[in-house]
């Protein structure tokens, strides 16, 4: 009689495992699929963090893809205290700062990028040169002035860009309005 114990509690454990690997792996689906759909509907500020933090278009893929990768290692400790979009401009920067400050040490120095390269809508010549010209003044600035500007560019309201970078709102308010300054600057001079 024991054998047959051990059999049915051998199969019961077989059958526990079994369920615990399928909620396992559907929990991980799920989890795989609400990532993803993050990702989409937030990929435009990805591919602005990685646009104005590198010099060529393999660097700014290889840093997409970098950004994602982080953001996946740490979709886990979203803890829902801010917006999603605030919390993935957070770990974008980061992640962008990080491979800057690498790239920086090493004995390569690149060139601001040639934005004629880029596949743009050139539907309006005259609109696309000013919106090239921005961005590479954009790249010249200081990173964390880019970051600043480039959040004020997608809308992040003054308590986001604060909370992004650690400042105050009032202090994120004060170096907006003078990086317009900087910014309009820079364009005379570049044009």
Avoid: C
Wanted: charged share 30%.
């Amino acid at each position: 009689m024991a054998p047959k114990k051990k059999i049915a509690l051998s199969h019961s454990l077989m059958s526990a495992f079994s369920y615990l690997r399928s909620l396992i792996s559907k929990k991980l689906d799920s989890k795989q699929k609400e990532f993803s759909k993050l990702v989409k509907e937030n990929q435009g500020l990805i591919i602005k963090v990685s646009r104005l933090y590198t010099n060529s278009l393999e660097d700014e893929q290889d840093l997409f893809q970098e950004i994602v990768l982080q953001l996946w290692r740490s979709y886990d400790s979203f803890k829902g205290q801010s917006k999603i979009s605030t919390w993935m401009y957070r770990v974008a920067l980061n992640t962008a700062i990080t491979l800057f400050r690498k790239k920086t040490k090493s004995p390569q120095t690149d060139e601001l990028m040639d934005f004629h390269h880029r596949d743009y809508v050139e539907d309006d010549d005259e609109k696309q040169q000013q919106i090239t010209l921005l961005y590479k003044v954009i790249k010249m600035l200081p990173k964390v002035e880019r970051a600043i500007v480039m959040m004020y560019l997608d809308d992040l309201p003054y308590r986001d860009i604060a909370e992004n970078l650690g400042i105050t709102e009032v202090n994120a308010r004060v170096k907006m309005n003078r990086l317009k300054k900087t910014l309009k600057e820079l364009m005379t001079q570049h044009a």
